[in-house]
């Protein structure tokens, strides 16, 4: 996978986090003011749930994009080990000495 691929995938998540983040919050907030019944206080009760359910929307979007993105990079690495398998033998085998390597300087 490309770096700017990887970076990519790596905003997604981050941001999928950060959106369950802010509904937590959210969720939290309309439990601590369910009390009250003002006026604007249940209009912007009825906001923020109207903002929360699309949120949520948008969250379990991004999740399954997120996932289908993986699939496809598991994909492409299936296919390239399958195409060029010793050249992912050595590839692998070089990783491994070069992690060998560093921890035996320790």
Known sequence: ???NAQDT????EKLV???QRVIADAEELMMATAHQTEGKVV?????????LRQARHKLLDAEDAIKEKTREVARATDDYV???PWRAVGTAAGI???IGL?????
């Open 1 to 3: 996978m490309s770096k």
């Open 9 to 12: 995938l790596a905003n997604k």
């Open 17 to 19: 986090a950060d959106l």
């Open 43 to 51: 209009e912007l009760r009825e906001r923020i749930n109207d903002n």
């Open 82 to 84: 399958h195409e060029h």
């Open 96 to 98: 491994g000495l070069l």
């Open 102 to 106: 560093l921890i035996s300087r320790r």
